[in-house]
């Protein structure tokens, strides 16, 4: 597996304007809102077999305006034409957040693979001094314990704390 998929990076201009695209996004749909968890639960899920459903019911209520009141049928008629509007947006961004979401992940990854080959290498035999400091201080992440000294009065020194065993170095086909 190549450990170096993406080899990118983003300016800070073009993540602002990115963030600013975001906004102009919400901008335009200014009627979005967010549920609650027990609100999610408690609400009817539409899947497609009831969006037809729908499309059906707002068909017979249009032909038939003598059953339910006008401005009924005509919020039922906007809530309708607003799903088929934002069914395409929905699917987009769904899309659009998978891939952000798969990016950062594998970046992560190659970021976290190259990190712990730095470490590798700090902890060599080769290592000089201030190379072996800077391996205390990534092992930090580990739980590494500094080793026991031995007591003042002479006492033997407290046991140390087992140190977990250090991961693997990364494989070596980092790009960068």
Do not use: C, W
């Not at 080959?117 to 072996?132: D, G, H, I, Q």
């Amino acid at each position: 597996m190549d450990t170096n998929r993406i080899s990118a990076t983003l300016s800070a201009t073009d993540q602002e304007e990115v963030m600013t695209a975001i906004s102009a996004i919400r901008q335009k749909l200014p009627f979005l809102i967010d549920l609650s968890t027990a609100e999610r639960t408690a609400m009817s899920k539409l899947g497609d077999k009831s969006q037809a459903f729908v499309k059906k019911a707002v068909d017979i209520a249009l032909q038939h305006p003598n059953i339910l009141s006008s401005p009924f049928v005509d919020e039922m008629r906007k809530d309708a034409q607003l799903l088929d509007s934002l069914s395409p947006i929905r699917l987009a961004i769904d899309l659009l957040q998978k891939q952000v979401d798969d990016t950062a992940v594998q970046v992560g990854a190659e970021a976290y693979a190259a990190a712990r080959t730095v470490y590798a290498v700090t902890k060599t035999a080769v290592a000089e001094a201030t190379l072996r400091t800077a391996a205390d201080e990534l092992g930090k992440r580990f739980g590494r314990r500094a080793k026991a000294t031995a007591a003042p009065n002479g006492a033997a020194p407290a046991p140390a704390d087992p140190v977990p065993p250090s991961p693997p170095p990364a494989p070596v086909n980092h790009t960068a």
